[in-house]
Structure formats: structure tokens, C-alpha cells
């Protein structure tokens, strides 16, 4: 996730900014992770992101698997979002160098 992140603000000029960084992170973040299908979404999340930013991985993901996996939690009635913590923003952008 923080390499995710941290490509996509250096794409877009800020590298080092905390702003960037945490909006680039927090959809991986909001996973609940106490949830093992909240984990499993994320995981797809971030190789989705991995495929489409590195060309890595992309041929054990589909970006519509995580649509599919999505949909599968809501029509189970599972909302694994929720907001990042304050720590694990701040382990976020310690891990990264942001300013």
C-alpha cells in the first residue's frame, strides 16, 4: 500500500506529501482488518493497484474480481469500511518520509 501510494504522488509531484500520501492510502486502509473477508478485499485492492500502476501481478487479478467481491460483501451485508486510525495514519507516513 505505501508503495502504491507513494508512486502515485510522486506521479503527481508531491512525493513527500502527507495530504497525497494518506488520500492515496486510506482505500487500503478502510478494510476493517479484525474481518478476514475485509482483509480479503483488501488484499485484491492492493494487487488491482499493484497491476494497474507496476503491470505487476495482473495475471492472478482482474479489477473485476474486486467488483465482484465487493458486491458479494454488500449483498451479504458486510460494510468493511471504516476510517483509518490516527496511528495507523501516523505509522503511514512515518514508513514513508512524508513532510
Not at 487479478?61 to 495507523?88: M, S
Amino acid at each position: 500500500m505505501a508503495r502504491v501510494a507513494s508512486a502515485r504522488c510522486k506521479k503527481a509531484n508531491a512525493p513527500s506529501d502527507s495530504t497525497c500520501l494518506l488520500t492515496e492510502a486510506t482505500p487500503f486502509l478502510k478494510y476493517r482488518p479484525e474481518d478476514p473477508d475485509c482483509r480479503y478485499v483488501s488484499g485484491t485492492a492492493l494487487s488491482v493497484a499493484e497491476c494497474s500502476d507496476f503491470e505487476e501481478g495482473c495475471q492472478t487479478v482482474d479489477a473485476k474480481d474486486l467488483d465482484h467481491q465487493i458486491a458479494a460483501l454488500q449483498n451479504a451485508g458486510k460494510d468493511c469500511n471504516r476510517e483509518p486510525t490516527d496511528l495507523e495514519r501516523a505509522e503511514l507516513l512515518k514508513l514513508l518520509g512524508a513532510k
